[in-house]
């Protein structure tokens, strides 16, 4: 029998003129072990120090898949749109890539993304605007939801009415090129303002629901004393967050002046402010921002810091949006999952 490549293992035992071995029981461990594993998504990050410019080059545009990536082909490729429709149809990759063109700078963050982590991402989306797909299926006046799947087995519902906003989008390109495998070839949806687990890669289907999908999975949490665990509502729409470039967090400075970068965002809506403190968050300074905030993306900010002397200080950044939405502090006590992770977020540094 031929071992898959990730068992084949040599271990030597006594006694035995150190001929190979492989037992049944560790051979079948390995086995369901390299299997698990097999089917276990990718997960990268964007290293948020590297922030620039706006756009993150394709290369560099975070991971995160929740089952293993499928071998995916343009040829051949057909988008289904099925369920409670009057007219159910089969588009191929080709009509859709020839269908009128909407380009959307957008960006995507992970729901799990941490405090400062680089489970997001900023590009510009290429591809054909869901709602006339749906129009031409005709669905039905009971319908509510759109379940969207990926070729990789993992879907998500979102409501019809933001399915057929004219901004969701079946994308083929991402900053001007054909999409990468790792970022959803042929097709992704691009669900903008949205958590990234709505923007299904390597879609395949599009099924319009009567009903919402009560998935278990991305479902706020809370906790309390007289109730103890119970959900309270869907992730949907992206919180307003901000983050750090630079410096990094125990970054040992020389010299007097530093500029303090990073980027916020708010998902559907737009940034109004970014605030910094250099002083353990007992005073704010307001950052300035590169451009014009702008809906689904973030807007790059700096705050010049003219630095008193040598020592310990703790930075913190926050951000508020035209909603009047603020990061909080903290994360809120009763929050029982690990999702909208959007408080203010800190760093130390030396300077010598």
């Not at 080709?94 to 959307?104: F, G, N, P, Y």
């Not at 989306?125 to 669905?139: C, F, K, N, S």
């Not at 704010?284 to 809906?295: G, H, M, N, V």
């Not at 700096?302 to 630095?307: D, G, N, V």
């Amino acid at each position: 029998m031929e071992i898959p490549g990730f068992c084949k293992w040599l271990s030597k035992w006594p006694g035995e003129g150190g001929q190979p071995r492989l037992s049944r029981r560790t051979l079948i461990g390995s086995v369901a072990a390299g299997l698990l594993s097999a089917q276990e998504g990718e997960v990268s990050n964007f290293d948020l120090s590297l922030l620039d410019e706006s756009t993150v080059p394709s290369e560099l545009f975070f991971i995160r898949d929740h089952f293993a990536a499928p071998k995916t082909s343009s040829a051949g490729w057909k988008l289904s749109v099925s369920g409670a429709v009057a007219n159910p149809l089969e588009i191929a990759y080709e009509e859709l890539s020839e269908q009128a063109r909407k380009i959307l700078p957008a960006m995507i963050e992970c729901a799990e993304n941490p405090v400062g982590g680089g489970l997001v991402g900023h590009a510009e989306w290429t591809g054909v605007t869901l709602a006339p797909i749906l129009e031409r299926a005709r669905a039905s006046s009971d319908a509510g939801f759109v379940r969207l799947s990926g070729a990789d087995g993992f879907s998500r519902a979102i409501p019809l009415a933001k399915a057929l906003h004219p901004d969701t989008l079946i994308a083929y390109a991402m900053n001007g090129e054909k999409l990468r495998a790792s970022h959803g070839h042929p097709l992704r949806a691009v669900i903008p303002g949205w958590y990234g687990m709505a923007s299904i890669k390597w879609l395949q289907r599009v099924e319009v629901l009567t009903a919402e999908d009560a998935s278990p999975d991305y479902v706020r949490r809370v906790r309390s004393l007289l109730t103890g665990t119970r959900p309270a509502g869907a992730i949907t729409d992206m919180q307003v967050k901000s983050a750090f470039a630079r410096p990094l967090d125990g970054a040992i400075l020389t010299g007097r002046r530093f500029i303090v970068r990073g980027a916020a965002w708010a998902g559907e809506n737009r940034v109004r402010q970014v605030e910094v403190s250099t002083d353990g968050a007992k005073s704010w300074q307001t950052a300035r921002l590169s451009a014009e905030p702008l809906r689904y993306t973030w807007v790059q900010w700096t705050l010049e810091w003219k630095i008193p002397g040598a020592g310990q200080y703790e930075l913190a950044v926050r951000a508020s949006d035209d909603a009047d939405r603020r990061q909080p502090a903290g994360r809120a006590p009763e929050r029982a999952d690990g999702y909208e992770l959007n408080s203010w977020q800190t760093v130390r540094v030396t300077v010598r």
